[in-house]
């Protein structure tokens, strides 16, 4: 593998939904990709087709009323779509692992947190239970639970929500995946355990060397742990920059949007703005621009034409708008 070649690529992948006996597109011709020790985050409002994205990764959409609608998606290079069932089921949990919004509901309320660590270990390697406690220890011990010997034995129940969801992370890592595909792991968390916790994450991409994809609506949350940031917006990218470049200089009008909409230590809360209206639904989406209904600098072309993801010159910024990228134009 050539040391340039992404850990994880999405080459224009769509994933689409039967609705009605007709399909629509949730995803629509997504191309991305992560490097090595890379935190890529994915930051939309609900429904934008962030976590449909993910589960598209690991081919875990649901077997009727949705289908892969075209793409790519490479892992170091290999093509996972050529893959059958059982050769993903081998890399889910292994080669790329997945955290969960709400680490209640993916927990065994029955088993002993550490047996379920044990258990994940068990499942991608040939090991006895003895050996796979071991090393779910060793693991409990890195995501930093607190006594973690005696804790091993205890069941989810006895975990505080910011402990419970250690133990998710503790999961998700304890086959060392090179991808790490994080669905708003801490959007149940208050805000300082949700500090604590992509601290953890962050230092354990490092001690890993693993690349993750940092899903979120919070862009307070992307700044703390991204190297760089895909906007979604209607089951598009619509802006993809490095983390700084997005916030000095963030160019789409929806980005803009979100922006002055996230509450900030340094400014008056009061003049947070939230965005009107929301993402169009997949089966209403406007042949235009996604955004073009909500958009302040809306031009005829917005609703006439579908605006390409352009790069605007010298940056690598990308960006999905007619305006923009004209603009960008002129002043090069
Ligand atoms: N099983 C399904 N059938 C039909 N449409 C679906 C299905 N699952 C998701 N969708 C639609 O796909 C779009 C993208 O959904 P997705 O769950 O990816 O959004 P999201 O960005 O993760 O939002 P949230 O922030 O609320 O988690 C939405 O319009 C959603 O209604
Ligand atoms: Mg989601």
Redesign the pocket.
């Known amino acids: 593998m050539p040391a340039d070649t992404p850990i994880l690529e999405l080459r224009e992948v769509s994933t689409e939904?039967r609705?009605g006996g007709k399909w629509y597109p949730?995803?629509r011709r997504v191309s991305l990709s992560v490097a090595k020790n890379e935190t890529l985050a994915i930051v939309?409002?609900?429904?934008?087709?962030?976590?449909?994205?993910a589960l598209s990764i690991l081919r875990l959409m649901?077997e009727t009323?949705?289908r892969q609608g075209g793409g790519e998606i490479l892992l170091e290079g290999q093509n996972l779509s050529k893959l059958s069932e059982k050769q993903m089921s081998r890399l889910r949990g292994n080669a790329i692992a997945m955290i969960f919004q709400e680490p209640m509901t993916s927990l065994n309320p029955t088993m002993r947190i550490g047996d379920q660590i044990a258990e994940a270990v068990r499942q991608h390697r040939k090991l006895g239970w003895e050996e796979a406690r071991k090393i779910a220890l060793d693991v409990l011990e890195e995501v930093k639970i607190p006594a973690a010997k005696k804790r091993f034995n205890d069941y989810p129940h006895q975990f505080s929500g910011g402990m419970r969801q250690r133990v998710m992370i503790a999961i998700a890592l304890a086959c060392k995946p090179k991808v790490l595909l994080a669905?708003?792991p801490t959007t149940a968390l208050d805000v300082t355990i949700q500090a604590q916790i992509l601290t953890l994450l962050d230092d354990l991409k490092n001690a890993y060397g693993m690349s993750v994809v940092f899903?979120t609506?919070n862009l307070g949350v992307v700044a703390q742990i991204a190297d760089r940031v895909a906007v979604?917006y209607g089951?598009e990218i619509v802006e993809l920059a490095d983390v700084n470049s997005l916030f000095a200089h963030p160019e789409h009008p929806y980005t803009e949007a979100l922006l002055r909409a996230m509450p900030r230590v340094d400014s008056d809360a009061a003049v947070l703005e939230p965005i009107p209206g929301s993402?169009p639904?997949?089966t209403a989406m406007p042949a235009g621009c996604a955004f073009a209904a909500r958009c302040p600098l809306r031009e005829p072309i917005c609703e006439a034409q579908h605006p390409p993801l352009a790069e605007l010159p010298g940056s690598g910024h990308q960006v999905r708008c007619f305006v923009r990228a004209r603009q960008a134009k002129g002043q090069a």
């Open positions: 939904f609705v949730a995803v939309g409002e609900s429904g934008s087709g962030k976590s449909v994205t649901p009323g949705a669905d708003e899903i609506h979604m089951g993402v639904a997949i």
